[in-house]
């Protein structure tokens, strides 16, 4: 039963159709792995993507780093991230949404 209410709220973390103040309850969850399908959802809002940004564990700013939904200006302060794969995500997001080869 465990097994099926965590593939569950995978789905729902996943979901575009998720709606927002679903997404923003998920993204206050302990566990590490809801909060990066949070952040990766192009539905969360951008005021979530930013309280994510700040999350101590560097694969959930990366997940917020590598969203296409996540704003210009949060992806510039991603690229002077501590963590080197949170730094290169944003920067290839950023070189994406500005068609920069």
Do not use: F
Not at 17 to 34: F, G, M, N, Q
Request: one cysteine or more.
């Amino acid at each position: 039963m465990r097994a099926r209410c965590e593939v569950i709220l995978w789905r729902v973390t996943q979901n575009p159709s998720t709606p927002p103040e679903i997404l923003a309850a998920l993204s206050r969850d302990k566990r590490d792995y809801v909060r990066i399908e949070v952040a990766g959802n192009p539905s969360t809002p951008p005021e979530i993507l930013g309280e994510l940004a700040r999350d101590k564990d560097w694969t959930i700013r990366r997940s917020v780093a590598e969203n296409t939904a996540t704003p210009i200006e949060l992806l510039l302060i991603l690229m002077v991230d501590d963590n080197e794969h949170v730094r290169k995500e944003a920067e290839r997001n950023l070189n994406r949404r500005l068609m920069i080869p």
